[in-house]
T-cell receptor, first 113, second 114 residues
Framework: AQKVTQAQTEISVVEKEDVTLDCVYE???????LFWYKQPPSGELVFLIR????DEQNEISGRYSWNFQKSTSSFNFTITASQVVDSAVYFC??????????WGAGTKLIIKP | NAGVTQTPKFRVLKTGQSMTLLCAQD?????MYWYRQDPGMGLRLIHY???????AKGEVPDGYNVSRLKKQNFLLGLESAAPSQTSVYFC?????????????FGPGTRLTVT
């Protein structure tokens, strides 16, 4: 079965703290992609990153970093020195050999000033 | 480029009324999707299309119909609205079958059924 689990329903931190959003996936496919999307309070869904199943290198983009570990089927997202503008719902998704993205339920991140 | 647009942005219906949501994309994408988003449930796929003239059911298709007569447009219809269909509806498009392609989303339609 294909599945994406984001066990953290909601996380609340104070601004400037680091925060990690967890994503665990299940698939029998050997070739797949993982995605992160951001949904700010305005409601639109914004693509953040994709990672393919053969590339386990971590990725860093400014304050954002992603840690992909096939051994634990995880693709976690860390925000360093969080800011109020990072407040959003974050979705992890899995793309396999069909038409769909398999979506996690999302993690609501609240950054308090 | 407008990307993916949705019409209308907001709508209130009474139980039993019908309506059509329009999605349009200007990226020449083959694949298009309709999702609904409810609190705590993430995105659930209603219907999708892999090309002009084709449609298929997703995870939660009951109560909805779709049509893709033109490649750039994907219509979602509610024949007899029910309060359970109160939700935010998102349309998305994707260039094709390649699994590395991301989905591009419209701004959403907030539908309330009373």
């Amino acid at each position: 079965a294909q599945k994406v689990t984001q066990a953290q329903t909601e996380i609340s931190v104070v601004e400037k703290e680091d925060v990690t959003l967890d994503c665990v996936y299940e698939t029998r496919d050997t070739t797949y992609y993982l995605f992160w999307y951001k949904q700010p309070p305005s409601g639109e869904l914004v693509f953040l990153i994709r990672r393919n199943s053969f590339d386990e290198q971590n990725e860093i983009s400014g304050r954002y970093s992603w840690n992909f570990q096939k051994s634990t089927s995880s693709f976690n997202f860390t925000i360093t020195a969080s800011q109020v503008v990072d407040s959003a719902v974050y979705f992890c998704a899995l793309s396999i050999s069909n038409y769909q993205l398999i979506w996690g339920a999302g993690t609501k991140l609240i950054i308090k000033p | 480029n407008a990307g993916v647009t949705q019409t209308p942005k907001f709508r209130v219906l009474k139980t039993g009324q019908s309506m059509t949501l329009l999605c349009a994309q200007d990226m020449n994408h083959e694949y298009m999707y309709w999702y609904r988003q409810d609190p705590g449930m993430g995105l659930r796929l209603i219907h999708y299309s892999v090309g002009e003239g084709t449609t298929a059911k997703g995870e939660v298709p009951d109560g909805y119909n779709v049509s893709r007569l033109k490649k750039q447009n994907f219509l979602l219809g509610l024949e007899s609205a029910a309060p359970s269909q109160t939700s935010v509806y998102f349309c998305a498009s994707r260039a094709g079958q390649v699994i590395s392609y991301e989905q591009y989303f419209g701004p959403g339609t907030r539908l309330t059924v009373t």
